[in-house]
């Protein structure tokens, strides 16, 4: 077990709502990154926090934004959603200045 | 061009083979590399780092060649257990930029 916590496991929205997916990183890690990882395809980054802001992004639209809390929780909140959105969307978290990654086990959401 | 490029898979091999996989990196400016395992649906995890000098674990041996941008993972005697994802890792930026490839799928059958 990594440590990392991710919650819900499994959604399902329908085009055009909003989702919240939530991140407890392993205790001592400051970083978090938010990945989504569609069907046989690899994970692609799409931001990632340290220090309750956002260090960096990936290709990915304004409509996914997130938060980073003191504790160093995060959030992945994604608005008017759209099919494509359907993904395992994996929350991974690490030290600063050391890159091995721990993955929690990921929300599986479905968009209809 | 992909910033990492995996061989696309699958692999089918049979108990006790030796595989390989391959993986090229576009950044020359890559600092770290590692290899991931993931099962199907699950989350990936490390399976080892990457060093200019090789480095092994057990059955399996990664080689990262900076020049020509290239990190390969073998595995030895192949289990059953050894089916999964096997995704190739970069990093740059001191971490904070994480590329996965696409990954390339192992099948090992008895």
């Known amino acids: 077990e990594t440590g990392v916590t991710q919650s819900p496991t499994h959604l399902i929205k329908t085009r055009g709502q909003q989702v919240t997916l939530r991140c407890s990183s392993q205790s001592g890690h400051n970083t978090v990154s938010w990945y989504q990882q569609a069907l046989g395809q690899g994970p692609q980054f799409i931001f990632q926090y340290y220090r309750e802001e956002e260090n960096g992004r990936g290709n990915f639209p304004p409509r996914f934004s997130g938060l980073q809390f003191p504790n160093y929780s995060s959030e992945l909140n994604v608005n008017a959603l759209e099919l494509d959105d359907s993904a395992l969307y994996l929350c991974?978290?690490?030290?600063?200045?050391?890159?091995?990654?721990?993955f929690g086990s990921g929300t599986q959401l479905s968009v209809l | 061009r992909k910033e990492v490029e995996q061989d696309p898979g699958p692999f089918n091999v049979p108990e006790g083979a030796t595989v390989a996989f391959n993986c090229t990196y576009s950044?020359?400016?890559?600092?770290?590399f590692f290899w991931y395992r993931q099962d199907c649906r699950k989350e990936p995890k490390l399976l080892m780092s990457?060093?200019?000098s090789g480095n092994e674990d057990g059955r399996f041996t990664a080689q990262l060649n900076r020049a020509s941008q290239y990190i390969s993972l073998l595995i030895r005697d192949s289990k059953l257990s050894d089916s999964a994802t096997y995704l190739c890792?970069?990093?740059?930026?001191?971490?904070?930029?994480?590329?996965f490839g696409a990954g390339t799928r192992l099948f090992v059958k008895a």
């Open positions: 890792v970069v990093t740059w930026a001191g971490g904070f930029k994480t590329i």
């Open positions: 991974a978290s690490s030290v600063t200045g050391q890159e091995k990654l721990f």
């Open positions: 950044n020359s400016a890559s600092q770290s």
């Open positions: 990457v060093y200019s």
